[in-house]
């Protein structure tokens, strides 16, 4: 069953706005991970969390990794239009196979000029 | 450059017909994986294998088998027991925790 819920699902929002999304889960998570995805493309990574409580930015982007390691959040800032796309989070919950990540369902975000 | 490539971009089979769909990374990395995505969901995992000549069934193997022969090159047969095969498919390696994703192969069956 799904172990991780992302949201919100979808976005819709204007240029020069901020976005926040956000995973949770019943697990605990060892590293959380965000990624881009284009259409018809493969996700790209954005940023990688590995310590509980840890804020890490990369340009507009500050992703941080929850306290209680069961949450991680994703803040875009300032908005583009080539932000657009869907923004998955994926995580390695704790004890399980090294390598094996858990994903989220994906935040579809539109941006309107 | 040092990536990750899949072909082909896009494949059309018959019903009934197995297909293998190609992975190569020239990254040195140890690990690689398969994923399938469709429509609205997140990634599933197909397939994996931390090293040469092993690798293990992910959470959805059913109708899939693969192969890994070499470091560089992991593809994966969607058998004709696979009974949705049409989706997109998605190759990643990695050295450590961070996942690294080649462009994906659509596939289509009818």
């Known amino acids: 069953g799904q172990q991780l819920n992302q949201s919100p699902q979808s976005m819709f929002i204007q240029e020069g706005e901020d976005v926040s999304m956000n995973c949770t889960s019943s697990s605990i998570f060892n590293t959380w991970l965000w990624y881009k995805q284009d259409p018809g493309e493969g996700p790209v990574l954005l940023i990688a969390?590995?310590?509980?409580?840890e804020l890490t930015s990369n340009g507009r982007l500050t992703a941080q990794f929850g306290i209680t390691r069961k949450d991680s959040f994703l803040n875009i800032s300032a908005s583009i239009p080539s932000d657009v796309g869907i923004y998955f989070c994926a995580g390695r919950i704790s004890g399980t196979s090294y390598g094996k990540l858990t994903f989220g369902q994906g935040t579809i975000l539109t941006v309107h000029p | 450059d040092g990536g990750i490539t899949q072909s082909p971009k896009y494949l059309f089979r018959k019903e009934g017909q197995n297909v293998t769909l190609s992975c190569e990374q020239n990254?040195?990395?140890?690990?690689m994986y398969w994923y399938r995505q469709d429509p609205g969901q997140g990634l599933r995992l197909i397939y994996y294998?931390?090293?040469?000549?092993?690798?293990q069934k992910g959470d959805i193997a059913e109708g899939y088998s693969v192969s890994r022969e070499k470091k560089e090159s992991f593809p994966l047969t969607v058998t004709s027991a696979q009974k949705n095969p049409t989706a997109f498919y998605l190759c990643a390696s990695s050295r450590d925790y961070e996942q690294y994703f080649g462009p994906g192969t659509r596939l289509t069956v009818t």
């Open positions: 990254l040195n990395h140890d690990a």
């Open positions: 969390l590995y310590k509980a409580g």
């Open positions: 294998s931390q090293i040469v000549n092993d690798f």
